[in-house]
């Protein structure tokens, strides 16, 4: 069963599929002067087929119960993209990305994708942890984990390579816990 989750009558997420090939590949070039500050993987999506490697490479990961990436769909129309980057069942944690195209920046989108994937992470699949990571200088995405009352939990030095220098991560974090209490809701 692929995952979907409405989040309102305007938004839901949807779990990548091949047909959405072009959509995401035409979305990403749209944006791709903005995301290309902190995504590396921005210079290397040429072609649609590029794109369908991607897509390819979430439903393997799907298919090895390791997380999977949803398109963040607003009004019919793809807005971005929203997975788990892969998941910890050992430990049962899991790691957040995200990013949205510039048309739809500013409408609250990525706060309630985020929201619904840790209310799935953690309500659903009963893991414990959720982290996100941002670069330092990032401050749309470190105001994600920020608005929804993660823990930032310190610095990782030079984290990641983009393209001609290393960044530095904030490491921001949830425990079920807390999200429970926060949210005031139950497990599944």
Request: hydrophobic share 35%.
């Amino acid at each position: 069963m692929k995952f979907t989750y409405k989040i309102d009558e305007k938004t839901e997420l949807k779990m990548l599929d091949l047909q959405e090939s072009e959509q995401l590949f035409y979305l990403t070039i749209g944006s791709k002067e903005t995301l290309r500050e902190w995504l590396p993987f921005i210079d290397f999506t040429q072609k649609v087929t590029d794109t369908q490697n991607f897509i390819q490479s979430t439903m393997k990961q799907y298919s090895e119960n390791n997380g999977f990436q949803a398109g963040i769909w607003y009004e019919g129309k793809m807005a971005g993209v929203i997975g788990f980057h892969k998941i910890d069942w050992n430990n049962k944690s899991t790691s957040i990305g995200y990013w949205l195209s510039n048309d739809y920046v500013g409408l609250g989108l990525m706060t309630k994708s985020v929201k619904a994937f840790i209310d799935y992470a953690i309500k659903d699949i009963n893991l414990n942890r959720v982290e996100i990571r941002a670069a330092i200088g990032n401050k749309k995405s470190r105001a994600i984990p920020e608005r929804l009352g993660f823990t930032e939990e310190g610095c990782v030095r030079e984290a990641e390579w983009l393209y001609d220098h290393y960044v530095d991560h904030v490491v921001y974090g949830m425990l079920a816990k807390d999200w429970l209490n926060k949210n005031k809701i139950k497990r599944v």
